[in-house]
């Protein structure tokens, strides 16, 4: 998300031409920006980020702890930048006792 390296439309246009660059909600371009500020996919996530800055102005969020720190719980929280947009489903921890005898 900071690097602009992603599974978003802008990313896609210039560097995988074969992948759609609009954003499944409808909006002609899926942008950084648009995922963070306006995308209806995301919005009931969208308070993590407003509690550190009340426009989601992008320099805050990408560039100050505080900011950084909201934008990993709103990827976390809400899926967003994930090749599906959906949040990732948890993962059993390894256990080693599940482990196979050499």
Known sequence: CRTGHGFLGAYYSQFVPSERVDCP???ASQTRQHILQDCPRYE???H???AVSDVIDLPT???TVE???A???FLHESGAFTKTGEKRAQRARARWEDEPEP
């Open 44 to 46: 009931h996530h969208r």
């Open 67 to 69: 900011g950084i720190a």
């Open 61 to 63: 969020i990408l560039g």
């Open 48 to 50: 993590i980020l407003t």
């Open 71 to 73: 934008l990993g719980t």
């Open 25 to 27: 909600c409808g909006a």
